[in-house]
């Protein structure tokens, strides 16, 4: 069995990618920094699994193109891929935005997510068999302030779920969404631009997901019998209701 995860240098990428090495496939992950994917393919082989990195940038087709159609033997086998690849950058007021941020969003969130698709399905469709599992967010069901573009973004992965599964049933290929809440990883160190206490605040006085969390929700996905297929997961901490209302213990 062989699963592609993509944004696999860390937090829910590479925390799956463990996760599905423990539980016996082979494991494609993808990813920027070449230095991270190393260390999470070493993760990977300490349980005995192969892993195959691809360093590339999923915002490039062509980068896209040239990874995937290099693939051969039975990593083209794909029987499970994980568009997990996905950030936010910024937050503030639509008409205070950087539009760098918003073409770094749309580009990794929704470009990046249909080229590993456009590449990945067609394996799939012509072994009848397969499953994709899309990592939106709480975003992707509701709209909060200062969130818009990011918050569109995770819409639309929204309803490329919807789409995917309505095209790909007849080709007995499964479509998950899986949808966070507040969940402790890179997130919200990339989007404030490395601001160290900005990040904190987000999480101060919760318990919130983890990594493992997501890791295991989308193995518990995955792992379902061939007649189930688990169309949509919205996961947040117990603390969290939806985006704006958090019970913080301060």
């Known amino acids: 069995m062989v699963v592609l995860i993509t944004g696999a240098t860390a937090g829910f990428g590479k925390a799956t990618a463990i996760l599905f090495a423990k539980n016996g496939y082979d494991v494609i992950i993808t990813g920027r920094r070449k230095e991270k994917l190393d260390e999470t393919a070493a993760e990977i082989k ?3 699994k192969e892993a195959l990195s691809l360093c590339f940038d999923i915002r490039r087709v ?19 891929l994980v568009n997990n690849a996905g950030l936010a950058a ?10 760098d941020d918003w073409e770094r969003m749309i580009d990794t969130n929704i470009k990046g997510l249909l080229y590993m698709t456009r ?4 394996l799939m469709v012509e072994k009848k068999k397969g499953h994709i599992i899309n990592i ?9 302030a200062n969130g818009n573009v990011y918050c569109a973004t995770k819409h639309a992965v929204d309803a490329l779920n919807k789409a995917m599964r309505i095209e790909l049933v007849h080709h007995n290929i499964k479509v ?45 996905v995955a792992s379902r019998p061939a007649n189930v297929n688990i169309l949509d997961v919205v996961m947040t901490p117990s603390a969290q209701a939806n985006s704006t209302t958090v019970i913080r213990k301060i």
């Open 46 to 48: 300490k349980h005995g």
């Open 62 to 80: 062509k980068e896209v193109e040239n990874a995937v159609s290099g693939l051969s033997g039975k990593w083209k086998e794909i029987d499970v």
């Open 90 to 99: 910024g937050m503030g007021p639509m008409h205070e935005g950087a539009t």
């Open 119 to 122: 590449m990945i399905a067609p």
């Open 136 to 144: 939106g967010s709480v975003a992707g069901k509701e709209v909060y």
């Open 176 to 220: 998950t969404g899986i949808s966070p809440g507040l969940a402790e990883t890179e997130f919200a160190l990339v989007r404030f631009g490395g601001d160290t206490e900005k990040a904190k605040a987000v999480y101060k006085g919760i318990i919130p997901l983890s990594a493992e969390d997501i890791a295991e929700t989308v193995w518990w």
